[in-house]
């Protein structure tokens, strides 16, 4: 009896968790307005646990009383992760002679089969959907800076900190910022109208702050703000090496001065579009204070990007340095580490294999699309169909001809 009792309790309607299992987050009668009491709908940030934006009730509330709502928002999330490998590929694309069904094939093996991608399932998270948007993001970027921008501020309307990656355009001209700009300050505008429906006019501050509070969870974090913490204070998570206000905070100005300066190398060096943005998202995942073993998923495009080019250019010896490094970073830590399947405990070696390696990833990224820069192809080595085609991203890299 007691097992069919249990067994009737998890197949309720409405068992879509999301939060860490300690403090599972149940949507089970959240429902936009508030007013209709905390039981049967309002704020989602009266839930403890809860830090997200909006957007992420408001999808979720559909499905509260729907039988097999965990199964729907798992196919959705499936769907999602397909879309961001397909569109990931073609983003990393750099001509129309590199076999596309190749490069398609690595993605969504590298994306999905992963421990990430266990994790995120068994979660329900919302990692999937946030790629989803910044590939997007990158293959829009060079003709399409509104609907760019666009995808951008989806990102930043599913989780906060995307945000930050508005910072991508600090290298472009003025005229290509604003278009980008204009769509993040819709999403903003959106993101601000949802809190206020959902939580009347606390819904602001709600929304706003709850990242913050989100940032003393106990759990694992692997950023720099992480290994600070986790090393030299009682955090409950692995045994510190020492007690040392002093040295935490050492740690932390040390290695965050070395992702500002990553962060600069990122946004002012010549490099494409597409890398530039991958880039920057390490960097972000890198700097968060809480940054969970999911987030890896998210700079994984810059894994593709490289195997293009190292298949586009296959006597350069940088971008075989690129793919040599990011390919060993999947390996280790999207392939060998279960044990970073725990999210309030690890171990020391876990831990340094994930956080080192993703740090050596995403130097060797950044610092080779900064001094690497290809030769451009002349124009007999470019096929008709793609020389005539005003949309192909070779006809902008092909030299002027001289004018008399």
């Not at 002679?97 to 969504?108: E, N, R």
Request: charged share 10%; hydrophobic share 50%; with cysteine.
């Amino acid at each position: 009896m007691a097992g069919r009792a249990r067994r009737r309790r998890c197949s309720r309607p409405g068992a879509i968790q999301i939060g860490h299992p300690e403090r599972p987050v149940r949507l089970r009668h959240l429902l936009p307005p508030r007013g209709k009491g905390s039981a049967r709908g309002g704020s989602p940030y009266e839930i403890s646990g809860y830090y997200y934006t909006p957007l992420v009730a408001v999808v979720i509330a559909p499905l509260a009383n729907v039988h097999h709502a965990a199964q729907i928002w798992l196919a959705m999330g499936l769907a999602a992760a397909v879309g961001a490998a397909l569109i990931g590929a073609w983003a990393c694309r750099p001509s129309g002679t590199l076999p596309f069904g190749l490069l398609v094939t690595t993605s969504l093996v590298t994306l999905l089969y992963s421990w990430p991608a266990v994790l995120e399932a068994w979660r329900a998270q919302v990692q999937w959907l946030v790629l989803l948007c910044i590939v997007t993001a990158a293959l829009l970027s060079r003709r399409h800076a509104v609907a760019s921008g666009t995808a951008l501020g989806m990102a930043a309307l599913i989780k906060t900190w995307p945000a930050v990656l508005f910072t991508w355009l600090l290298g472009r001209s003025a005229l290509r910022k604003l278009p980008v700009l204009a769509a993040g300050a819709v999403a903003t505008v959106i993101a601000v109208l949802m809190s206020v429906a959902v939580g009347g006019a606390a819904g602001i501050r709600a929304m706003v702050t709850s990242p913050l509070a989100g940032a003393d969870q106990p759990l694992v974090s692997y950023s720099v703000w992480g290994l600070g913490k986790m090393a030299f204070a009682e955090s409950g998570i692995a045994p510190p090496i020492t007690v040392s206000p002093g040295l935490q905070w050492t740690t932390w100005v040390i290695l965050g001065g070395g992702l500002a300066c990553l962060a600069a190398v990122t946004l002012l060096s010549r490099v494409d579009e597409e890398l530039r943005l991958f880039n920057l998202v390490f960097v972000v995942i890198l700097a968060m204070p809480v940054s969970h073993f999911m987030y890896v998923m998210l700079p994984l495009p810059a894994l593709w990007w490289w195997m293009a080019r190292a298949m586009e250019h296959p006597r350069a010896w940088v971008p075989w340095i690129g793919l040599g490094t990011l390919g060993s970073w999947w390996v280790l830590v999207f392939r060998l580490s279960p044990a970073a399947l725990q999210s309030t405990s690890t171990t020391w070696p876990t831990y340094l294999t994930i956080l080192g390696s993703t740090l050596v990833a995403a130097s060797v990224s950044i610092i080779a699309g900064a001094v690497w820069h290809p030769r451009q192809r002349p124009v007999s080595a470019v096929p008709d169909d793609l020389r005539l085609d005003p949309g192909s991203r070779l006809v902008d890299e092909l030299p002027e001809p001289p004018r008399p």
